[in-house]
């Protein structure tokens, strides 16, 4: 909700109190995303048939709107939004989408033999022990029913992804391989820590 609509804040904050004087509980009240039937019909067949997309995607660290050709590798939930990870010709990596930001998806024709080859690339094979038990981090690595302190095999065709990832995940998860991730994790997990002394 827009932080500049302060009456639609104070409205919510009072049905907020009267549901919890009537229930006699406190009550917490979500905003629902809004997300296109057609978008994610177009994400679901092009994971199945490997084919690519175009998008019109709205950034939301940047404001800005962009259009880019991607093919989809999956979706999954996180906070309760739906994300797609999809190789990204425009920018030639690995990327993740909230899907309520993409305003247009379409069919977009792409070489067989890059689709092959993204379809091909080899997964990073990568451990971590449950430091701490949250949904967000059951979520996340697509996790169940796993006991704090068990290592945990799993795998991800994208570097980048367990990079931020794990750090995303603070002091939940532990990285322990590949050795190459781990040290580049510490590296810029100390070099944030160097920018939050400084400052």
């Known amino acids: 909700m ?11 904050e009072s049905l907020r109190g009267r549901l919890t004087k009537i229930l006699g509980v406190p009550v917490k009240l979500s905003v629902a995303t809004n997300t296109s039937g057609s978008v994610l019909t177009a994400i679901s067949h092009a994971v199945q048939t490997n084919g690519g997309l175009k998008l019109r995607y709205h950034s939301m660290y940047k404001d800005l709107v962009s259009e880019r050709v991607v093919i989809p590798v999956d979706i999954y939930q996180s906070n309760e939004n739906l994300y797609m990870r999809a190789y990204c010709l425009t920018s030639c990596d690995y990327r993740e989408f909230r899907v309520d930001r993409i305003e247009l998806a379409t069919p977009e024709p792409v070489v067989e033999n890059f689709v092959q080859d993204t379809k091909d690339s080899k997964k990073i094979s990568f451990s971590l022990v449950l430091q701490k038990a949250s949904r967000d981090v059951c979520e996340r690595f697509a996790i169940t029913n796993i006991e704090i302190g068990t290592s945990i095999e799993l795998s991800s065709f994208s570097k980048q992804w367990i ?3 794990v750090m995303a995940s603070g002091g939940a998860v532990l990285l322990q391989t590949p050795p190459e991730i781990r040290a580049e994790v510490a590296k810029k997990a100390q070099l944030m820590l160097n920018r939050y002394k400084e400052a």
């Open 163 to 165: 990079e931020r990832s």
């Open 2 to 12: 827009p932080d500049d609509r302060q009456d639609l804040l104070e409205a919510t």
